[in-house]
């Protein structure tokens, strides 16, 4: 399988301990993109990686949350003292780089999420 | 800012029959990119089909076809006869032409489909 894949598929949680979840993004891809998704809402943006540098970090990754994307391939998401409220599914995707006119059409492939409880 | 509106929580169509999925979307770029992704239980988003925002014509993919409507800021998703496989949310997103953001959703609507 050469798509996107995350891992755990699901953690469970008590509050106040620290998690952490791997992204294999799809081999070439050099961007890479965190999103969390809570129970109704559409995924929102948590950060984004252009190879190994972090580029733009939403107000939503509070000190706790950390990334990582040390060699420029996998990336690791670090959530610190959990909180109830972090319980949600942590979906990663990946782009090629963008052609010589850019474009929005720079299409995310998605993995299978993590989906955490924090209990 | 981007913006996605998607009005409805939950549609129902009949087997065989076209639906169509409302979005709404508000930007002040003039460049832009509309994305419709569709999310099974299973949870993995699958991207269906994309219009540009300097596209004059409608978006086609199979069955999806996208109703863009720049001056109203519409692009609505429309689902020619159904499967009983299209039952999951589906997701309208935006993002700037550059390429470098992210993807902006909407809050989805579910659509189930029935035999």
């Known amino acids: 399988d050469t798509g996107v894949s995350q891992d755990p598929r699901h953690k469970i949680t008590k509050r106040g301990q620290n998690v952490t979840f791997r992204c294999d993004p799809i081999?070439?891809?050099?961007?890479l993109y965190w999103y969390r998704q809570t129970l109704g809402q559409g995924p929102e943006f948590l950060t984004y990686f252009q190879n190994e540098a972090q580029l733009e970090k939403s107000r939503l990754l509070s000190d706790r949350f950390s990334a990582e994307r040390p060699k420029g391939s996998f990336s690791t998401l670090e959530i610190q003292r959990t909180e109830q409220g972090d319980s949600a599914m942590y979906l990663c995707a990946s782009s090629p780089p963008l052609g010589p006119s850019g474009g929005a059409y720079n299409e995310q492939f998605f993995g299978p999420g993590t989906r955490l409880t924090v209990l | 800012a981007q913006k996605i509106t998607q009005t409805q929580p939950g549609m129902f169509v009949q087997e065989k029959e076209a639906v169509t999925l409302d979005c709404t979307y508000d930007?002040?770029?003039?460049?832009?990119?509309l994305f419709w992704y569709k999310q099974p239980s299973s949870g993995e988003m699958i991207f269906l089909i994309y219009q540009g925002s300097y596209d004059e014509q409608n978006a086609t993919e199979g069955r999806y076809s996208l109703n863009f409507q720049k001056a109203r800021k519409s692009a609505n998703l429309v689902i020619s006869a159904s499967q009983l496989g299209d039952s999951a949310m589906y997701f309208c997103a935006m993002r700037d032409l550059s390429g470098n953001t992210p993807l902006v959703f909407g809050k989805g609507t579910r659509l189930s489909v029935i035999a």
């Open positions: 930007t002040s770029d003039q460049s832009y990119g």
């Open positions: 081999s070439e891809h050099n961007r």
